[in-house]
Structures are given as C-alpha cells and as structure tokens.
C-alpha cells in the first residue's frame, strides 16, 4: 500500500495563509487529490491531481507538489475552513491519509 | 446535478454479509467511475473498491475475498456485498462517484453508518 502521512492538526488565525502537507511513502506520479470534511458532513473534493481545482471550490484553495512530497494551501484562511483536511492518492490503490485537523484561534 | 444515497441495515451481526445500495440520481451509472469508500470511527478512510461504467470492478487488496459490487442499470443502482464481517467492519460507508480523468471522488452519498456487533 502506498501510505500517506498528514501532520495531525494545525492551528492558524483567520487571514493568514496555512500549507497542510502530505507526504507519500513512493511516487504517485501526480495523482494526489485533496478533501475537506468538516464534522457531520461527507468529503467535499478540493483539489484533484495535484493542483486542478474542483467544482465551485474558492480560489483560496490550491494545490502543489510532486513526487512524494504535497501541499494544499488556504490562502486567506476563513472560520469556515474549520475542518479536517485529507489526502488521497490513485496512482496505486487508492489510499487516503490520516487527515489534518485545521482549527482557527 | 449527480446525487447518491446509499441505504442498507444499520446492524449487523458478525459472521454475517453485509448488503448496500447506491441509488444514483441525474446521472448515469454507466458513465465514470462509481466507488465504496469507508471511514472507520476515528477518522480513518478506506477505499474498498470501484466499479466502472462497462460494470468491470477492482477491489481494496485487502477485501478481495470477501468482496463484490453488483449493479442494475434499469434502476440506476449499484451495490456493494461483504461476506464474514468482523467488529472490525463497523465503519460509516459511503458510495461516491470518480469523472473519468479526473480520480478524485467529486459527488458523494451522505454515509451510512453500519456496526458489527451480536
């Protein structure tokens, strides 16, 4: 299995721009995808393939990287990105990492 | 507008199969790819296979054998079949949909919660 590993938690200030990374035990050739969750709710896709922005997604939102080493970035953060983050790579079987958990002082 | 919505029993007993439907609306099923994703009390998610728009499938190494999706087109359902659960399957399940070309999963059912237990 490819494995993808996600730091816990961060927490940042409204406004401030905030890097979640995620990085893969073996190349995914760009196949990374990212999601947000916020508690109750299903997965929303944010960014598919590294860096392509999804559907009605926000521009604030993006993404970068490439090998095994991977970036979402909020830019300004708002109260309402309040959720956890996750990773998900197609390269190989699916997997997804553990998730980041982004909270707002 | 795509919309999913999976139901099936909230409980079941170990040992036992597990039986889900995905019904799909404003969109067909034999266009892109349809997948099982589950998440595990604690945040924990888990691919558990795909189908695709032929009806051909690929399943979580880790489930193959006790494993299979179904589908059936006139209703525009599809169905996913886990036989000998363990506790260790009690998992919210979800059905969500992947475009062709994109591999992100874009649309997704709400979940429904299923727990293992006599």
């Known amino acids: 299995d490819t494995v993808l590993t996600q730091s816990p938690a961060l927490t940042v200030s409204p406004g401030e721009r905030v890097s979640i990374s995620c990085r893969a035990s073996e190349g995914v050739n760009s196949y990374i995808h990212w999601y947000q969750q916020k508690p109750g709710q299903q997965p929303k896709l944010l960014i598919y393939k590294t860096s392509n922005l999804a559907s009605g997604v926000p521009a604030r939102f993006s993404g970068s990287g490439s090998g095994t080493d991977f970036t979402l970035t909020i830019d300004p953060v708002e109260a309402d990105d309040t959720a956890t983050y996750f990773c998900?790579?197609?390269?190989?079987?699916?997997?997804f990492g553990g998730g980041t958990k982004l909270e707002l002082k | 507008e795509v919309q999913l919505q999976e139901s099936g029993p909230g409980l079941v007993k170990p040992s036992q199969s597990l039986s889900l439907t995905c019904s799909v609306t404003g969109y067909s099923i034999t266009s892109d790819y349809w997948g099982w994703i589950r998440q595990f009390p604690g945040n924990k998610m888990e691919w558990m296979g795909y189908?695709?728009?032929?009806?051909?499938?690929a399943y979580n190494p880790s489930l193959k054998s006790r494993i299979s999706f179904t589908r059936d087109t006139s209703k525009n359902q599809f169905f996913l079949h886990l036989n000998s659960v363990t506790t260790e399957d009690t998992a919210t399940y979800s059905c969500?949909?992947?475009?062709?070309?994109?591999?992100?999963?874009?649309?997704w059912g709400q979940g429904v919660m299923v727990t293992v237990s006599s």
């Open positions: 969500a949909r992947r475009p062709i070309g994109s591999s992100g999963f874009d649309s």
């Open positions: 189908m695709s728009y032929s009806g051909s499938t």
């Open positions: 998900q790579q197609s390269w190989n079987d699916p997997t």
